[in-house]
């Protein structure tokens, strides 16, 4: 019990300092962030231009998967292409500017910026495609009230009052990350970890991707629990496809992506998750 509280207590600490500073410092510079040019940049003519500018605009929106959802529809609303909105569905939830630099302090920046690139990729791969295919037919007509945008220039209080809010709704996800993250430290046996979740078990990759789907485990949970699992000889392909398919897509978003698409956008979605995630964690497992 003493060795877990320790752990916890560790874990827990490290990434408080991290979290508050890393979101204080996003927070205050995004009064910098022209978020009205942006949107007609995303209207522009070159689609590749187009998806890298949403891939952008996603990594300096720190949303989860279902605060991205009222960016979608107030995107949608303003006639931005259905392939660059898509871009900007899938990249958003995982592409957290503060969750991917404690990513990188704590399992490393190599991992970081190829998670990174490789999430971007295909983001914009899935996204076409999905347009190709036609699926921009099942996107219903509905109308919501899109995000709040400030045009203030770094200003403490507003980077302080954008802190506590995202302290309020990220946080408690963080320390559950860090208690499960201690109590696999103290209570699971790291031979059992490496033996049945070791880096010969190729099958647990689409199992992890498919797992993570159900589960509501937000990315900033993800990263002290993958830290412990990883140090304790867990393959880094099933973690990392378990990773990007919870931050990617979980029950509460296929439920709100319901009122605004039609089930065959919404199985498409959730089957571009579960494909993303898992030639995701085989390009890990074979690195």
């Not at 978020?35 to 209207?43: F, Q, V």
């Not at 990594?59 to 107030?74: L, Q």
């Not at 000889?233 to 979980?250: C, D, N």
């Amino acid at each position: 019990m003493l060795e877990f509280i320790k752990s916890f207590l560790g874990i827990a600490v490290e990434l408080t300092i991290l979290f508050i500073a890393i979101s204080f410092a996003v927070s205050l510079l995004q009064g910098y962030i022209p978020y009205e040019k942006i949107e007609k940049k995303l209207t522009g003519s070159n689609k590749f231009i187009a998806s890298l500018i949403a891939i952008a605009f996603a990594f300096i929106t720190p949303f989860c998967s279902c605060s991205t959802i009222p960016v979608v529809v107030n995107m949608l609303k303003n006639k931005i292409p259905f392939s660059i909105v898509m871009v900007f569905l899938f990249a958003s939830p995982v592409l957290d500017p503060t969750i991917l630099t404690i990513m990188g302090v704590v399992m490393g920046w190599k991992v970081t910026v190829l998670y990174t690139i490789i999430t971007s990729i295909f983001s914009i791969i899935i996204a076409f495609t999905l347009d190709k295919l036609g699926f921009e037919r099942h996107v219903k007509n509905v109308m919501m009230t899109g995000y709040e945008q400030t045009n203030q220039k770094f200003k403490w209080r507003y980077a302080i009052n954008e802190t506590i809010g995202l302290m309020k709704s990220v946080y408690p996800y963080l320390l559950i990350g860090a208690l499960i993250g201690a109590a696999i430290h103290g209570l699971v046996p790291t031979h059992f970890i490496a033996e049945w979740f070791g880096r010969d078990n190729w099958w647990l990759i689409p199992i992890a991707a498919i797992i993570g789907i159900p589960l509501y485990i937000r990315l900033s949970s993800m990263i002290p629990i993958s830290q412990i699992l990883i140090a304790k000889g867990m393959a880094l392909g099933p973690v990392m496809a378990l990773m990007i398919s919870s931050a990617g897509a979980s029950l509460p978003e296929v439920i709100l992506l319901k009122s605004i698409f039609r089930k065959q956008l919404v199985i498409a979605f959730i089957l571009s998750i579960v494909g993303m995630s898992t030639v995701s964690g085989f390009i890990f497992y074979l690195i």
